[in-house]
């Protein structure tokens, strides 16, 4: 079966550190894989996604950026956080083009940016 | 652009119906998917409509009219650990677009 890990699952950061969030899928090939972050009580902002190795498109011009190093690794990072950076990061994978089904989610990593 | 609106929040009482509805703007539409998000954690998989009509899983079932841009979910025999939100979301190529979310209340 697949699975999904992310990590941290919380982080408290300063302003202007840098960021490294990782992402890995266990048990298919070749997924597809989405970044998104959540504000507090609000919807999921689609912030990257990647079809393939090495393949990012960026939804949302801002100071962080994406890696996909390895086929199932995904990796979020900026290299100096903004207070406007706190929020809900989820990954997520889907085998499929995103809008014929079904994605599946990790964990989060709740980052609290002061 | 592109856009899912659905209502903010709905209450309902423990054993009821709801209907959460969305309606939405977008291009190169596949079809509707619906995810429910507890408090802290991330979202699951409910349903996908690719065609018209309803689908139907154990409780919940969703609906879409493509003519209409519309669709909703229902969820039937209300249970308290139905208290969540719920996502509509619509894609197209290699994305999806997550509506705002409602809030489901439920009242004992």
């Known amino acids: 079966s697949q699975t999904i890990h992310q990590w941290p699952a919380t982080l408290v950061q300063p302003v202007g550190s840098p960021l490294s969030l990782e992402c890995t899928v266990e048990g298919t090939s070749n997924p597809n894989l989405y970044w998104y972050r959540q504000a507090a009580g609000r919807g999921l902002q689609l912030l990257f996604y990647s079809v393939g190795i090495g393949q990012i498109s960026s939804e949302v011009p801002q100071n962080l950026s994406a890696s996909r190093p390895q086929d199932r690794q995904f990796i979020l990072s900026s290299k100096k956080l903004l207070l406007s950076d706190s929020g809900f990061y989820l990954c997520a994978w889907s085998k499929l083009l995103a809008g014929a089904g079904e994605q599946f989610f990790g964990p989060g990593t709740r980052l609290t940016v002061l | ?108």
Request: proline share 3%.
């Open chain 2, 1 to 108: 652009g592109q856009s899912l609106e659905q209502p903010s929040e709905v209450t309902a009482v423990e054993g009821a119906i709801v209907q959460i509805n969305c309606t939405y703007q977008t291009s190169g539409f596949y079809g509707l998917s619906w995810y429910q998000q507890h408090d802290g954690g991330a979202p699951t998989f409910l349903s996908y409509n690719a065609l018209d009509g309803l689908e139907e899983t154990g409780r919940f079932s969703s609906f879409l009219s493509r003519s209409d841009s519309y669709g909703y979910l229902l969820l039937q025999e209300l249970q308290m650990k139905d208290s969540a939100s719920y996502f509509c979301a619509g894609g197209a190529d290699d994305k999806i677009i997550f509506g705002k979310g409602t809030r489901l209340h439920i009242l004992p």
